[in-house]
């Protein structure tokens, strides 16, 4: 896993072209981004986790599948091996598919944000609040007992 840094100015109409063509040519594993209030020099601050070796640039070519155990660190795997266990709990008893629960992107993307509450889980790419609403709970439960086990949340998930 890589990552790569972006700043791009508020001011310039096409500050984002740069990151705009660096996404559209990788496997991306998390975006995270942060306004930074300066004035005339306020800026958004990027930080993207891509794989590498994973170059979609090719339409025709088949989609690179991620090997997760490659990406995530021996800890932060157990914890991603838990929640697809949890997955496919959900998934069998709702007869759906485990992708319509999350996908591994998003899996993973929870264990490297380390996150312990609905509005930090709401910031992943693709979970809104039907999928919290819906799953959310079972997967905060795995990723608090990791990460915070003596985090204390309100019925919302969020903190007290």
Known sequence: ????????????????????????????????????????NS????????????????????ETRVDYKQ??????FRVFAQLRDVRKSLADSLKVPAYAVFSNQQLASLVLKRV????Q???????????CRDY????????REHFDASHETDEQGDPT
């Open 136 to 143: 959310g709970e079972p997967m905060l439960a795995v990723l």
């Open 43 to 62: 800026f958004w601050a990027i930080a993207v986790m891509w794989l590498p070796g994973a170059d979609n640039r090719d339409a025709g070519k088949k």
């Open 1 to 40: 896993m890589k990552m790569q840094f972006f700043q791009i100015p508020t001011h310039d109409a096409n500050g984002a072209d740069g990151l705009n063509r660096f996404l559209a040519g990788r496997r991306i594993l998390s975006v995270d981004r942060h306004f930074v209030a300066d004035g005339a």
């Open 121 to 131: 889980m709401q910031t992943i790419e693709g979970v809104g609040k039907g999928r």
């Open 71 to 76: 990406v995530l660190s021996e800890a932060d």
């Open 116 to 119: 312990v509450n609905l509005t």
